[in-house]
C-alpha cells in the first residue's frame, strides 16, 4: 500500500505501532497458557491410557481360571463329618467335573467360631478342623496347598487359606466370621467359558475427585454386613470428604489387609437402581498423602468402581456398604451390571 502524504504515513505506522504494543501482552498471554493447555491434554491422555490398561487387568482377573467365573460352590462346613465329591451322598456335592468321593472334612471341639477376625484374636476357642481320606483312599492328583493329600489337621485362619485341588477344580477352605466355607472353583465353567466382556460407563473426568483425608483419633471398627447375614469386624482409619453436584459427602474406607498399603471403599450410589449392581461397589484406592495418621488429600477415582464377586456368580459371599457410604448421589462411572 502506497501512502503519497509523509503526514499521512506517519500516523498510518503510528496506529500500527500501537496495535502491536496493546497485543503484545496478550501474545505472551498466549504463550505462556500453550504449555499448560499441552500439560493438561498430556495428563488427560495418560490418566485415560491407564484407566483402559486397569480396566484390561481387572476383566483379565475376572476371567481367569481362579477368577469369579469360575465359582460355582459355597457351602458352610458343619460339626461333625462334611464329605465332599460328584456323589449324590456326600454332605458336600461338587458339582464338576471332579472324583465321586474326594475326602471328609471335620470340625470338632471348642466352638465353631474361627480364632481370629479381621481386627485381630478373639476370645473363642478355634474348633479342630481335619481332612480324612474316603473309603479307597484319596484320588489320583489331589493336592493340599500344592502337596499330595495326606490325613491330617489343617491350619485356617483370616488371612490364608487351605486349598484343596484336583486338576482344574479348587476348594478353598476360608475363616468365614463364626464358621469355616467352602469356596468350589472350577476352571472349566460354563461361566467362564462363556465371558465375552465387562459392561462400563464411558471415562469421565468429572467423576475423578480429590477428598479431603480426615483421620480418626482413636481407633475405629466398622460392622460390615454381608450377603449371607454375617459380620465382619473391619477397622476404618478415618473418613475421605468431597464435593459432587453441590453436595458435601463422606465415605469410610475399611483396611482388607493388616500391611495397610491400600483403603477399600465399599459403597452404594443412586446408580444401583438402575444401571449398576444392586448391592454394592468396591474402589480400592492408595494412601492420603500424608499417611493415615495426619490431615491430607486423597484422589478418589470412581470410573474405577468394580463390582463385587456377587455380581458374576450367586455362591459368593460379599460385603455391603455401611450407612455412610451410601450416597444420595449418581455415580455415572466405573463398572455397570454384568449381563450374564
Known amino acids: 500500500m502506497e501512502i503519497a502524504d509523509p503526514m499521512n504515513r506517519l500516523a498510518v505506522w503510528t496506529v500500527l505501532a500501537l496495535a502491536l504494543l496493546a497485543a503484545g501482552p496478550r501474545t505472551r498471554l498466549a504463550a505462556q497458557a500453550a504449555p499448560d493447555v499441552a500439560a493438561a491434554a498430556s495428563d488427560d491422555a495418560n490418566w485415560r491410557a491407564d484407566l483402559a490398561s486397569w480396566r484390561a487387568g481387572r476383566e483379565r482377573a475376572v476371567s481367569a481360571a481362579d477368577g469369579w467365573l469360575t465359582l460355582v460352590g459355597l457351602e458352610w462346613l458343619k460339626p461333625g463329618f462334611n ?3 460328584a456323589a449324590q451322598d456326600n454332605q458336600i456335592q461338587v458339582r464338576a467335573q471332579a472324583p465321586d468321593h474326594m475326602g ?6 471348642g466352638k465353631t467360631a474361627a480364632g481370629r477376625s479381621m481386627s485381630g484374636p478373639v476370645s473363642q476357642a478355634a474348633p479342630i478342623l481335619q481332612l480324612l481320606a474316603p473309603a ?21 485362619t483370616a488371612g490364608k487359606a487351605t486349598v484343596i485341588a484336583w486338576h482344574g ?3 478353598a477352605i476360608q475363616e468365614r466370621g463364626s464358621r469355616f466355607a467352602l469356596r468350589i472353583q472350577d476352571a472349566n465353567a460354563p461361566t467362564r467359558a462363556d465371558f465375552r466382556s465387562l459392561n462400563w460407563y464411558a471415562p469421565n473426568a468429572r467423576f475423578r475427585v480429590m477428598a479431603r483425608w480426615i483421620p480418626f483419633d482413636t481407633p475405629h471398627t466398622e460392622k460390615i454386613p454381608t450377603g449371607q447375614g454375617t459380620t465382619l469386624d473391619m477397622p476404618t482409619p478415618g473418613v475421605a470428604e468431597f464435593t459432587l453436584d453441590g453436595q458435601l459427602l463422606h465415605l469410610a474406607p475399611v483396611m482388607e489387609d493388616r500391611e495397610g498399603k ?8 443412586r446408580t444401583s437402581q438402575t444401571a449398576t449392581y444392586a448391592e454394592a461397589r468396591f474402589l480400592h484406592t492408595g494412601l492420603p498423602d500424608h499417611g493415615l495418621e495426619k490431615t491430607g488429600t486423597l484422589t478418589l477415582d470412581f470410573n474405577r468402581l468394580e463390582n463385587p464377586a456377587c455380581a458374576y456368580t450367586p455362591y459368593a459371599n460379599c460385603p455391603q456398604p455401611p450407612e455412610v457410604n451410601r450416597l444420595p448421589v449418581a455415580l455415572e462411572a466405573g463398572e455397570k451390571l454384568y449381563a450374564h
Open 83 to 85: 464329605s465332599f465329591g
Open 104 to 109: 471328609l472334612l471335620t470340625v470338632s471341639g
Open 136 to 156: 479307597g483312599g484319596f484320588p489320583a492328583d489331589l493336592t493340599v496347598d500344592g502337596a499330595p493329600a495326606r490325613e491330617g489337621q489343617l491350619v485356617v
Open 169 to 171: 477344580l479348587t476348594l
Open 262 to 269: 491400600t483403603l477399600f471403599f465399599i459403597l452404594r450410589d
